[in-house]
């Protein structure tokens, strides 16, 4: 069983080297096993954190391995799947029992006198009877081969899956890491816009006191700065909530207090054409998804196959040795003992004639559930092809909104300060400045939002291809 799972819950499965034939026929490309890149020792379940300590991406993705609920839930039914191959192969082998039979029993009898009475006669016989029996099926036309095939391929299928679910355990802690990187920058960016505001209102108070300032000036800086505080605590709010959204992808508790590493300074990718028909083969050989759902129909088909082979007849061969150790004892006579010893083989064979058409339904319902497996194979790829063309994409019009927006940002910026310095000198009004620094709060917002957006789609790209393998698979996403 070893061979067939993880060895531990946060440890993705390695398949490289094992049997199985898992090739796929020529109108249905599929997968060869995916393997881990990420190899660690089993380590402990709660993990102290450090409060000095700034937790980047791949620490973060380790400590998620670990504590994260679904990668162990993921684990023991892969270890259930594996178990159950073991129970398959049991079947190849004898069953030797051992049995024994005691008991005592008491006969009364009654005899007709010479008198023309009756008198009983009290018969009681004791004893017991050890034995061990043998049962072996030798032959069935290959029903438990086929059995055996089924639970290799349900056991490969719930190991692949485990290891998507620790790809999507990546993918969602990356996903919640760079959301929560984005609303920390936005975060920044309405701290700094409210201390623009309040030096535009110091600027509107001191032209009033110098007395080329106006009334309406200074109430509409005084309004500038509440409203720049309103966008703060919308900020805080937001960044709240994706601290927790991160710490629930983790697997941390909501009280949990714990320092991130900014992402700010994270090199984004660049553009990529579609995908090529080589990639996407590729991609489709890696994923989890597409190797699970190629697993069942191959599973379904040996299910099939043991349902064709119920039909036929069955070989087995019986043995058994026993021991009989009795006394009788009859009326007042003296006792006798019994003793004997039996052993036997025989062989037969038992043929199934008639069953009301248990075995011929359950022929059309395996043949139904491979016909169903093979369409949602069919259906999981096509799936799995689209997901991959929209991410490529996505990520390309990220990157491209992350250009335009950083020259965005470049722009408003000259016309912040040079409408800033303007006012101050009396040359605009103080709506222009308004203008100017909304223009440029939404610029940065745009650009940080941008910039989560293009890591985002890039991390989604890797794990459309199946690259989220391992705790650094998110920075090899952006290289």
Known sequence: MSELTSPAPDQAWNAEGKSGDYSVPANMEAASPISSADQRSPA???PQIRRDHAYTLPELIDMGQRLNPATRVAWEQARQAATAVGMVEATFLPVITANIIAGQQEVTTPIPTLTGGTAYLDTTV?????SVTLQWLIFDFGERQAWRDAAKQNAYAASVSFNGTHQALIYNITRAYYQYGAASRNLQIARQTLTNSRRLQDAANTRYKNGVGTTI???QAKQIVAQSGFRLVQAEDTARDSYQDLLGAVGLSPHTNIKIASDAARRLP?????????????ALARRPDVLASYAAVKASEANARAADAAFMPKVYLG???AANNGRIQAGSLPGLGLQNTSTGIVVGASVPIYDGGLRANQRRQAQSVTRAAIATHEQVRTAAIREIVVASDTLRSALASHNAASELVNAAGVTYNASFEAFKNGLVPITDVTTAETGLLDARQAQADAHAA?????????FSLGNMTSKNAPSQAVR
Do not use: F, Q, Y
Request: glycine share 2%.
């Open 454 to 462: 293009s890591l985002i789609a890039a991390s989604t790209l890797a």
């Open 217 to 219: 000036e200074t109430a």
């Open 270 to 282: 660049r553009p990529r054409a579609l995908p090529t028909e080589e990639l996407v083969r590729t």
């Open 126 to 130: 004791s004893g017991a009877v050890p």
């Open 44 to 46: 402990s379940s709660t």
């Open 319 to 321: 043995a058994m040795a």
